[in-house]
């Protein structure tokens, strides 16, 4: 059978599929049969372990046996007895409670092992409570010997985050954008992915050997001989292509005619940061800060902000790096902040609102971004401005940490460019009043073109209808180039669009002074501007 999707990267990944157990959350049940739990959640712990057991004689074992260990923890054994017996509730709840307690409690540890742990108390929790709820297990069928391809329903972007690329080779979403933080991050990841693939995928194929060709957006269940020869054929053919990359990795981005454009990377970790340098970009063009606030109890402090910035000025070795400070909001939401619930949150309290909204926050963030400042070439960026006014503030802002600064002594440069991403219709439409303000703009057509086409960039349903080429975005891109270089200031392009090799040569004529495209993109559009031919003969 074949299924088709939308996929994300290029590459032909085989394995054998394994649905992401979706959050399966027990409510507060009471009993007094204190016994009877006990020895329910015994039985629960040796299926559990029957089913680790298993699991680590897999490619990825070690995981699995490290999960299996945690079912002898005593303070988690133990914290799910003493619940049940004092808290007089049923064991599900009791390995829910306990292993939330845990895992938060391992998640604000400093040691950054432990911390990863955390997912992994969460996930033999989610098992046992399976277990106890008699559902079916999942786990003999999923892993042997062949690598894991992850299907869920849709995935948000701190799940991405949990996902390691050594332990799966792929993700199929059944819903999904590929425009969504997501996508970003799966790409970012070099993991293959295929989207939108629909309900037809149940969990009826868990266990079934499958092909995923992102390139032509296929999925196909259970191939036969034939097709998987087909598939050894093009994954050569994708190797030979990788290896012409390779001759680009050390020259210079030019135009066949010596047009120098200038070619960065967008990075949201360490590992994408050394991938970006080891791809020769010319610097970072878009860091998103805010992948070092998702997945943890608080946001991080300066000094472990500072740590990451200084690290990230280092690895580029004085090359350009442009960190977007927090752009958190929408599909990326953390619990420590406390925010409402919002009906729309895209439009609601996101990025620099959000930012001047809490002061505290982007004072903190500029505070350890200025003192990284002198370890590099720092350029401060600020992701979804709409208005002048925001801008006057956030340059208020930025002085009075300065003075801070300044009256503790504490170094830093003087001279770090500042510039905003224009991501948002009006910020397009006013740029020519902004580029007064600023030292650079950066475009983000992901979300231009989620604002512009007023289309929702997570929903899967309406992916069809999002056109990223449409005139609306065009218009707007030209304005911006032509307002920033008006007011003498470079512009660059770091959304999707901008990795997009049909657009290149369009981007490049529009006067876009810099491409900053995913750290495993820039090969790939520097062998692309290599081919093209600006001026007329
Ligand atoms: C964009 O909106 O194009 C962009 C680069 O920012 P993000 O994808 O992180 O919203
Ligand atoms: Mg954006």
Redesign the pocket.
């Known amino acids: 059978m074949v299924l088709r999707g939308a996929g994300i990267g290029e590459d032909i990944c085989k394995g054998k599929l394994h649905f992401l157990r979706e959050e399966n959350r027990v409510s507060r049940e009471l009993t007094d049969d204190k016994e009877k739990e006990l020895a329910r959640f015994e039985q629960a712990c040796e299926e559990t372990d029957e089913q680790l057991q298993v699991l680590a004689e897999g490619a990825d074992g070690a995981i699995f046996e490290m999960q299996a260990l945690l079912l002898m923890d005593e303070r988690f054994v133990q914290g799910v007895r003493k619940t049940i017996v004092t808290d007089k509730v049923k064991a599900e709840y009791a390995v829910q409670l306990t292993g939330e307690r845990l895992a938060k409690e391992f998640a604000a540890l400093e040691d950054a092992y432990i911390q990863a742990r955390s997912a992994d108390i969460l996930d033999v929790a989610g098992r046992l409570i399976d277990a106890l709820c008699g559902k079916k297990s999942d786990a003999t069928s999923a892993v042997g010997d062949v690598p894991m391809i992850l299907v869920a329903e849709d995935m948000l972007p701190s799940r991405v985050l949990e996902l390691s690329k050594a332990q799966i080779t792929g993700v199929i979403l059944r819903k999904g954008n590929a425009l969504s933080?997501a996508a970003?991050l799966l790409k970012g990841m070099g993991i293959p992915a295929l989207f939108q693939v629909g309900d037809e995928l149940t969990d009826t194929y868990e266990g079934t050997e499958v092909v995923v060709d992102c390139m032509e957006g296929m999925l196909f269940l259970a191939p036969d001989k034939e097709l998987l020869n087909e598939v050894q054929k093009k994954q050569d053919i994708a190797a030979k292509r990788r290896q012409t990359l390779e001759a680009f990795r050390e020259k210079k981005t030019m135009t066949k005619d010596g047009k120098h454009i200038g070619l960065y990377a967008?990075a949201g970790s360490i590992e994408q940061v050394k991938e970006a340098r080891d791809n020769g970009a010319e610097g970072i063009g878009?860091f998103?800060s805010e992948q070092l606030f998702l997945e943890r109890d608080s946001a991080p402090e300066e000094e472990e902000q500072f740590r990451v910035y200084r690290q990230i000025l280092e690895l580029m070795e004085g090359k350009d790096v442009v960190i977007r400070t927090l752009?958190i909001g929408a599909d990326k939401q953390v619990n420590y902040l406390e925010l409402p619930k919002e009906e729309n949150p895209a439009l609601g309290l996101r990025g620099i609102r959000l930012c001047l909204e809490k002061p505290q926050l982007v004072k903190k963030q500029l505070r350890a971004l200025y003192r990284a400042s002198v370890f590099g070439k720092l350029h401060i960026m600020y992701?979804m401005i709409t208005s002048v006014e925001e801008m006057i503030r956030l340059r208020e802002i930025e002085k009075e940490v300065k003075e801070e600064l300044s009256a503790r002594g504490i170094p830093f440069s003087n001279k770090v460019p500042v510039g905003i991403?224009i991501?948002i219709p009006a910020a397009a439409l006013i740029s020519d009043e902004l580029a007064e303000l600023v030292d650079f703009f950066s475009v983000?057509?992901?979300?231009?073109t989620q604002y512009t086409l007023a289309m929702d960039r997570q929903n899967g349903e309406i992916a069809d209808y999002v056109n990223p080429y449409h005139r609306a975005i065009l218009k707007l891109l030209q304005m911006t180039v032509e307002n920033g270089h008006k007011a003498g200031i470079p512009v660059s392009i770091?959304?999707?669009l901008a990795a997009d090799r049909t657009m290149t040569e369009t981007l490049v004529q529009l006067g876009f002074d810099k491409l900053s495209v995913p750290a495993g993109e820039v090969l790939r559009i520097r062998k692309k501007i290599s081919t093209l031919h600006l001026f007329e003969e």
């Open positions: 933080h970003i967008n878009l998103r752009d992701p991403m991501e983000g057509t992901n979300d231009l770091c959304g999707e």
